[in-house]
């Protein structure tokens, strides 16, 4: 049995169903399925919430990824910078735009790449840093900035974590040359499906980014114009009108996240569990909640049986990953460390206050040494 889901997406879904229901029927019924006003309008509200004069939809973020590398010049020969703590695809991406990931280690506070890991990484083959919101937290954005300036490479945000994060006051996918947005259904805004989108507030990058991913056909150009080679990655007219009906509600569900959060902290505070550290000029935005613990993989299970559902992100480090270990070079010790450690618990924005108090209760419990009698009560 559940007690505590690790997410809980049907309940977004439900909330959002009556606003979006007539727009989703009539594009059933009107037969509309591929491009259309509902993406045009979709991308327009989603560069504005990030401050970026342009989005382009695309069918995942993994794409975005891609194509934004390969929309600047990024190829054979090339080294783009990746932390080596993230989801895969972030260096994948690399791999596939073919370019060379160069791997950097991460803060053993935020678990961020870091402006001195950064500057350890790059050559003078490097071309570009792939910059992770890992978690839903952006790292130290202006000490980053800065060292991609000095060592002239282009900054890419990878972001699918992060919508609406900030640095400074500053939006996720304001800062880079682009930014890559994934909408997979259990991201902090997604879609009933796969999609993606690339911001960016060069023109000509979205111009780029927008042909590749229709073909290679460019604006103004027919039908059976085709200007490069591209591929076929567009974000579906339905999704953009279930994105557009879910960013309505994206500000409420980041604060109770951001509240859920709290309430973690706040109780797991002295039960000897490592929480993950926010910078003061971070706005995070609890993609994941995630803790560190020495036992993570006896408590994980112990979690389970008792029908807590937990995650992992991520338990072996991009440079460990089978195919892509031809491209490391040497350990990364926090990121090495930490992915022994890490945990992620269940936060989602229709989780209950209840939900949290019982995560901790047998969390508190599992973890005898630090146990406190408050936190028997349930177990
Ligand atoms: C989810 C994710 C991606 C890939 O996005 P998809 O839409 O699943 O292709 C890339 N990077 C990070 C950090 C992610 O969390």
């Known amino acids: ?3 505590v889901p690790f997410t809980d997406l049907a309940a977004m879904t439900k909330e959002i169903w009556p606003a979006i229901e007539r727009d989703y029927l009539a594009c059933l019924l009107g037969a509309g399925y591929i491009g259309g006003p509902a993406v045009e309008s979709f991308e327009r509200e989603w560069a504005a919430y990030c401050g970026a004069d342009h989005a382009v939809g695309v069918a995942n973020g993994t794409d975005a990824l891609q194509l ?3 929309a600047l010049g990024i190829g054979p020969g090339d080294e783009v910078v990746v932390p080596a703590n993230t989801f895969v695809a972030t260096a994948a991406a690399v791999v596939r735009a073919g370019a060379t990931p160069r791997f950097a280690d991460v803060s053993d506070d935020t ?5 001195e890991t950064l500057r350890a990484a790059i050559t003078p083959r490097t071309r570009a840093v792939m910059i992770v919101h890992l978690y839903g937290q952006m790292p130290d954005m202006a000490g980053l900035l800065a060292v991609a300036d000095n060592a002239g490479i282009l900054v890419i945000e990878d972001a699918a974590q992060a919508h609406g994060a900030e640095w400074a006051g500053r939006r996720a996918g304001s800062f880079g040359a682009a930014a890559c947005f994934s909408f997979y ?5 997604g879609a009933f499906g796969d999609a993606g989108a690339v911001v960016t507030s060069r023109p000509e990058v979205a111009d780029r980014v927008r042909a590749l991913a229709n073909h290679g056909r460019s ?3 027919s039908h059976y114009e085709h200007e490069v080679v591209g591929t076929n990655s567009r974000l579906d007219t339905l999704q953009a009108i279930a994105l557009s009906g879910k960013l309505a509600r994206l500000d409420v569900w980041t604060q109770r996240r951001i509240e859920l959060a709290a309430r973690y902290r706040d109780q797991l505070s002295g039960t000897g569990l490592k929480l993950v550290g926010v910078a003061p000029s971070a706005r995070h935005v609890y993609h994941l909640f995630v803790v560190r613990l020495a036992e993570r993989d006896r408590v994980r299970v112990e ?3 008792r029908g807590i559902q937990t995650g992992v992100h991520y338990p072996v480090p991009c440079h460990l990953q089978p195919p892509l270990r031809r491209f490391a070079d040497g350990a990364l010790p926090v990121a090495e460390q930490a992915a022994q450690e890490l945990l992620s618990l269940p ?3 229709h989780m209950t206050d209840d939900q949290v108090d019982v995560v901790c209760e047998v969390l508190g419990y599992l973890l005898p040494a630090t146990i406190s009698p ?3 009560r349930v177990c």
């Open 68 to 70: 934004s590398l390969t």
């Open 374 to 376: 408050e936190f028997t």
């Open 185 to 189: 259904p259990g991201k902090n805004l």
């Open 219 to 221: 604006h103004g150009s």
């Open 111 to 115: 678990l961020l790449m870091t402006p």
């Open 1 to 3: 049995m559940t007690t």
């Open 303 to 305: 979690l389970g049986r």
């Open 347 to 349: 936060l989602f924005p």
